[in-house]
C-alpha cells in the first residue's frame, strides 16, 4: 500500500543560538493510505509539534515532508492552504465550533471558504448529518449540545471538504467513557468503510487500541511503535496489552530519570 504521508528526517527548531530548542529530531515516519495510526508520548515529548507539522500548520526547520506524493516545501503559502483545505480534515482537542453560529453554519464554514455551490452544500451537510447521526443537532447551537455531540459535529466540518486524511487531536479528551468510544467508534467506522487515513494523538491507553499501530514520541524522537497483527487474528484486548505495555515501560523510564 502506498505512503499518503512521509516525514523523512524532520527537525523542529524553536529559537536561536544559546536558547535554540530541538523540538523534533530527525523524524522518519512513514503513514499508509488507509492507516488508522495513534501518536502516543509523554507531555513535552514533541508529539504535538509532530502532529502540527504533519498537518502542514506549522513548518519543519530541516527534512522533507510529502503528503500525497507533493513535497510540502516546494509549495507557496497560497498553494499550501488550498492544498491543506482539499486534502487535510482537522478535529481539534477544544472542538473549536464557534459557538455564534448554529451547528448547521458551522460544518457550512469550510464549504463556504472552499466556494461551493449553497445547494451542494447543504446537500453535503445534510449527508453527513445522516452518516454521523446528527440531524437533530443541526439548528442548535454548541452550548446547547453536549461534549459527544460537539465531538459528532467537530468530525462533520472536519469531513466537510472530503479529504482523505484526518488529524484528530485528543478527540476524546474530558469525555466520560460512552461519549469517548462513541467518538472513536465514529472514526474507526469513517477509516474502515470510507478508507480515510486517520492520525490521531492521545494519552488514552484503550483508545489508543483502536488504531492498527501505535508510534511513541520521546525527546523529539520515534522511540517504538507496536503494530495490530491483524493476520495472526489478533484482538483489539490482545493490542490494548501492548499499547499499556508500551506506554507503561515509558512511564517507568521517566521515574527512572526521577
Known sequence: MENIISAKNIYKFYGEYDSKFEALKGINLDIKRG???????????????LINILSTLDNHTKGNLFINGQDISKINNKELSDFRMKNIGFIFQNHNLLDTLTNRDNILTPLIIAERGRDESNRIVEELAKKLGIEELLDKYPSECSGGQRRRVAIARALSNKPNIIIADEPTDSLDVKM???????????????????????????????????VLVKDGKLDNEIVREYKNGEEQIEFYRKVVNLTSKNIEDLLGVI
Not at 43 to 48: E, Y
Open 35 to 49: 492507516e488508522f495510526i495513534g501518536i502516543m508520548g509523554p507531555s513535552g515529548s514533541g508529539k504535538s509539534t
Open 180 to 214: 469517548a468510544m462513541e467518538v472513536i467508534e465514529t472514526l474507526k467506522r469513517l477509516n474502515i468503510e470510507d478508507g480515510i487515513t486517520v492520525i490521531l494523538v492521545t494519552h488514552d491507553q484503550l483508545i489508543g487500541s483502536y488504531c492498527d499501530r501505535v
